[in-house]
């Protein structure tokens, strides 16, 4: 157990689907993280919160969409994917105060995510 | 852009035996340096940060080590088990909360 909890560990999905990837964590962080990995691929930064509080977004295509109700929650919501959106999304979380050579990430199991 | 490398790619060792992974990084700018451990269809494991005012930290049998200026990076891993199979990935620590990824290093150890 990681303090860091994703649902659904797998998930098949048509390209018309809606569909929610969920995230919790139970470590008192309060910045969370999206990181896509592909194949063959270094995991690729989606998006942050820090104090719920979205803080980054890189160039990532709007069929994606995260949430992030409270500092223990992030969602991200997916519409019309496309087969290469097929991969490994990681969750994670840190603490945003303090000092940033500190900053250490806890990872998530991730949802294996296959778009048909 | 940072970018970060890892070689090799893929290791193969016998058990018992030291090894060492290295990880390199184009912008020496960086806040931190961390080690991870996935293992197949899993997250990441954290193993070691080492700040960037830092030269080294060691857990237990692992031991990294970081050169800022020279944008290098080693992870010695000491009498290896066939436990410590899977991929180990570094990470070099930015501004604004960046973290990027090297592809990793997957790592057997054979009995």
């Known amino acids: 157990e990681t303090g860091v909890t994703q649902t659904p560990r797998h998930l098949v999905m048509g390209m018309t689907n809606k569909k929610s990837l969920k995230c919790e964590q139970h470590?008192?962080?309060?910045?969370m993280y999206w990181y896509k990995q592909s194949a063959k691929k270094p995991l690729e930064l989606m998006f942050v919160?820090?104090?719920?509080?979205?803080?980054e977004n890189n160039s990532v295509p709007s069929r994606f969409s995260p949430e992030c109700p409270n500092s223990s929650h992030l969602f991200l919501h997916l519409h019309t994917l496309q087969p290469e959106d097929s991969a490994l999304y990681l969750c994670?979380?840190?603490?945003?105060?303090?000092?940033?050579?500190?900053?250490?990430?806890?990872f998530g199991s991730g949802t294996q995510l296959s778009v048909l | 852009k940072q970018e970060v490398t890892q070689i090799p790619a893929a290791l193969s060792v016998p058990e018992g035996e030291n090894l060492v992974l290295n990880c390199s990084f184009t912008?020496?700018?960086?806040?931190?340096l961390q080690w991870f451990r996935q293992d197949p269809g899993k997250g990441l494991t954290s193993l070691l940060l080492?700040?960037?005012?830092?030269r080294e930290q060691t857990s237990g049998r692992l031991n990294a080590s970081l050169d800022k200026s020279s944008g290098r990076s080693t992870l010695y891993i000491a009498a290896s088990q066939p436990g410590d199979s899977a991929t180990y990935l570094c990470?070099?620590?930015?501004?604004?909360?960046?973290?990027?990824f090297g592809k990793g290093t997957l790592l057997t150890v054979n009995p």
């Open positions: 919160y820090s104090l719920e509080e979205r803080v």
């Open positions: 080492i700040q960037s005012s830092q």
């Open positions: 994670a979380s840190s603490q945003a105060r303090g000092t940033v050579q500190r900053r250490k990430l806890f």
């Open positions: 912008d020496s700018a960086i806040y931190n």
């Open positions: 990470a070099a620590g930015g501004s604004n909360y960046k973290l990027t």
């Open positions: 470590l008192g962080h309060n910045a």
